[in-house]
Nanobody, 115 residues
Framework: QARLVETGGGEVQPGASLRLSCASS????????MAWYRQAPGKQREFVAG??????????TYAASVKGRFTISRDISANTVNLDMTAVKPDDTAVYFC??????WGQGTQVTVSS
């Protein structure tokens, strides 16, 4: 089974922007749904953003805490699912996981927001 690999995490200051990307270890995937989740220390994994691949960007849904700051997208030519994060806050600190078609998960990438 294909594995997903997330990249782009790191430590940034509040207010910064960064992009997380997710790619398959097996190359091109047939994606009908894509999503990002996150898990902060001591907390349960929570939904961040999700979208049907064939639908337009306006179809994406976001957690209230990130709406207006984060954007989920797919780069078909690069075969990646991306999460653009802007105006990040310390509360955004978590391990971020990519999810494809509801059943494929990545290993996660750490995002730390700290001054």
């Amino acid at each position: 089974q294909a594995r997903l690999v997330e990249t782009g995490g790191g430590e940034v200051q509040p207010g910064a922007s960064l992009r997380l990307s997710c790619a398959s270890s097996e190359g091109a995937l047939s994606i009908y749904f894509m999503a990002w989740y996150r898990q902060a220390p001591g907390k349960q994994r929570e939904f961040v953003a999700g979208a049907a691949s064939a639908a337009g960007p306006d179809s994406a849904t976001y957690a209230a805490s990130v709406k207006g700051r984060f954007t989920i997208s797919r780069d078909i030519s690069a075969n990646t699912v991306n999460l653009d994060m802007t105006a990040v806050k310390p509360d955004d600190t978590a391990v971020y996981f990519c999810n494809v078609n509801h059943d494929l998960w990545g290993q996660g990438t750490q995002v730390t927001v700290s001054s």
